[in-house]
């Protein structure tokens, strides 16, 4: 069965960086596409960006152009999500899916605190 | 990119049927027909529901319809039941590997 399976809750300080992984199985890795979606406290969901595991072409929602950076590795069935210059308003779950968003990681939630 | 517009809550009586719709324009919502819906319940990963406006992923009741006439899409609950009680997100595709979730809608069950 299909499984993303995201890394675990992270704290960082303002001004950090943080890298969040997600390790796909049961599926052809290089046959659908990677999201990274957030949802704030309290808040809605957000789509952060894409990668085409078949190639690597990667896509960024304007908002984070500039501070997201998502990579992959295809050794491990694996893509990387880093966000960098992180401030207290990037508190939030991020969460990876794949294709039509039909399968989901569990989230991990990355806390921004001085 | 602006998120769509959705309404912040709708309701219904259990067996009666409620509408949500997302709001985007001629640069998303209206350009593709790629537009899904996601329930989500508190504390839980969404659950794709709606996928290419109308298709409903397998193990979804058909209770749940998709429609779009527009820049508009909606996304009807018919029959409602007390599990249908949770946030509703739509979400576009936009062009040049871009998408964008709608503001989402909170649907209780009276």
């Known amino acids: 069965q299909v499984q993303l399976v995201q890394s675990g809750a992270e704290v960082k300080k303002p001004g950090a960086s943080v890298t969040i992984s997600c390790k796909a199985s049961?599926?052809?890795?290089?046959?659908?596409?990677i999201h990274w979606v957030r949802q704030a406290p309290g808040q809605g969901l957000q789509w952060m960006g894409i990668?085409?595991?078949?190639?690597?072409?990667?896509s960024y929602a304007q908002k984070f152009q500039g501070r997201v950076t998502v990579t992959m590795d295809t050794s491990t069935s694996t893509v990387y999500m880093e966000l960098s210059s992180l401030r207290s308003e990037d508190t939030a779950v991020y969460y990876c899916?794949?294709?039509?968003?039909?399968?989901w990681g569990q989230g991990t939630l990355i806390t921004v605190s001085s | 990119q602006s998120a769509l517009t959705q309404p912040p809550s709708a309701s219904g009586s259990p067996g009666q049927s409620v509408t949500i719709s997302c709001t985007g324009t001629?640069?998303?919502?209206?350009?593709?027909?790629?537009v899904s819906w996601y329930q989500q319940h508190p504390g839980k990963a969404p659950k794709l529901m709606i996928y290419?406006?109308?298709k409903r992923p397998s193990g979804v009741p058909d209770r749940f319809s998709g429609s779009k006439s527009g820049n508009t899409a909606s996304l009807t609950v018919s029959g409602l039941q007390a599990e249908d009680e949770a946030d509703y997100y739509c979400?576009?595709?936009?062009?040049?590997?871009?998408?964008?979730f709608g503001t989402g809608t909170m649907v209780t069950v009276l």
């Open positions: 979400s576009s595709y936009a062009g040049s590997n871009n998408y964008v």
């Open positions: 001629s640069s998303d919502v209206g350009a593709y027909t790629f």
């Open positions: 290419e406006v109308t």
């Open positions: 049961g599926y052809a890795f290089t046959n659908y596409y």
């Open positions: 990668i085409n595991p078949s190639g690597g072409d990667t």
């Open positions: 899916g794949i294709g039509q968003l039909d399968y």
